[in-house]
């Protein structure tokens, strides 16, 4: 007998690749899974930061639909190499700062990788065509398959039959009239056949399972960029800008206001690296300072850190500060009325 032939599917923990996977299966490819970890990766965080999500069920989808097919699934830390297809996108940004097209490139272009080095023969995914409107047109998707590199060694079989032939079609190692032709963003058909593998509880399709396709969160990291002077980031970086309220009363410095106790509890595990400042006299929020502040911009944050506790509509309230030196002091304060906060501070 001969050994099967090996694919490997991105996973993004979605319908798509999960149905894209499963056809492979059942042509008796060996599939394996592959889940790339951007750092901008939805996946729970916010639901497991905080408070208000305490009840709902936390789970890897990309694990989720690899224990579903019962196949291997590798999680491989990009984030380092990713960072020039969020800075420098040749192709661009999508509606918000979503490099989709660069990005999906990327991802087949490190499969391809993967592949040669793992001894597997072809990739596959779950793309259909025009479901997203940037990377999966049916004139970009020749554009992932050339700049990856991968060429015709990736498949995607949820609409491989409207595009050319590729080589695992070609060389006989699956039947292309067993694959699909879907398109657009009607997704009934792949809930039709889901529903025919007796698949349930699968992740719902929400813009995608990037954060950088999130208005909210691209406005943030926008910010971020453009008052340090320079488009860079770390993963700690890209992690607040998940969590909290975030307010920039002064170009200089934001704060990041903790929402409930789950994110005063994530937020404390920062203050060796930020100014932190919380009400001593009232219950209120851990509340972090990022960015170089003076005596006069310590005031300020107080005043608002005072704003956003219980001591809101007190004369006076207890305010803690402990600058990232190690040094603590504490200032006694009014809060600021809400009707001075202008709703620009707002990031």
């Avoid at 890897?60 to 690899?66: D, E, F, H, Q, S």
């Avoid at 509880?201 to 396709?213: E, N, S």
Wanted: glycine share 8%; with cysteine.
């Amino acid at each position: 007998m001969t050994q099967p032939r090996k694919a490997a599917a991105l996973i993004s923990g979605g319908l798509d690749s999960l149905l894209a996977a499963k056809l492979m299966l059942d042509q008796g490819i060996h599939v394996e899974g592959i889940n790339f970890f951007t750092g901008f990766c939805v996946e729970g965080h916010t639901h497991a930061i905080r408070s208000k999500d305490k009840n709902k069920p936390k789970r890897n989808n990309a694990l989720w639909v690899a224990e579903t097919l019962g196949i291997k699934l590798h999680i491989v830390d990009v984030i380092e190499p990713y960072k020039e297809v969020v800075l420098n996108p040749s192709h661009g940004y999508g509606a918000n700062l979503n490099p989709c097209l660069d990005c999906k490139g990327f991802m087949v272009g490190k499969a391809l990788e993967w592949i040669q080095e793992n001894g597997f023969d072809f990739i596959v995914t779950g793309e259909v065509i025009g479901q997203r409107p940037m990377s999966q047109r049916r004139d970009t998707m020749p554009v992932i398959a050339r700049e990856s590199g991968a060429g015709d060694l990736l498949l995607r079989p949820l609409c491989a039959r409207l595009l050319p032939e590729t080589k695992p079609e070609r060389e006989g190692w699956v039947d292309r009239e067993r694959l699909l032709n879907l398109s657009g963003r009607n997704r009934k058909p792949q809930i039709a056949l889901a529903k025919q593998y007796g698949f349930e509880d699968y992740a719902q399709p929400a813009g995608g399972c990037c954060f950088l396709t999130d208005a909210a969160y691209s406005k943030k990291l926008a910010d971020l960029w453009e008052n340090r002077g320079e488009k860079q980031y770390d993963l700690d970086d890209i992690m607040l800008l998940k969590v909290g309220r975030h307010v920039r009363p002064k170009p200089n410095m934001k704060l990041i206001v903790a929402r409930d106790d789950g994110e005063n509890n994530f937020l404390s595990g920062y203050k060796k690296r930020f100014t932190s400042l919380y009400s001593v006299s009232h219950k209120g929020p851990l509340v972090l300072l990022d960015g170089e502040a003076d005596d006069a911009d310590l005031e300020l944050a107080a005043r608002l850190v005072a704003r956003f506790g219980q001591g809101r509509d007190a004369d006076a309230v207890n305010i803690s500060i402990n600058l990232n030196d190690g040094s603590s002091r504490e200032m006694v304060i009014s809060p600021m009325p809400v009707n001075e906060i202008p709703q620009e501070w707002y990031v």
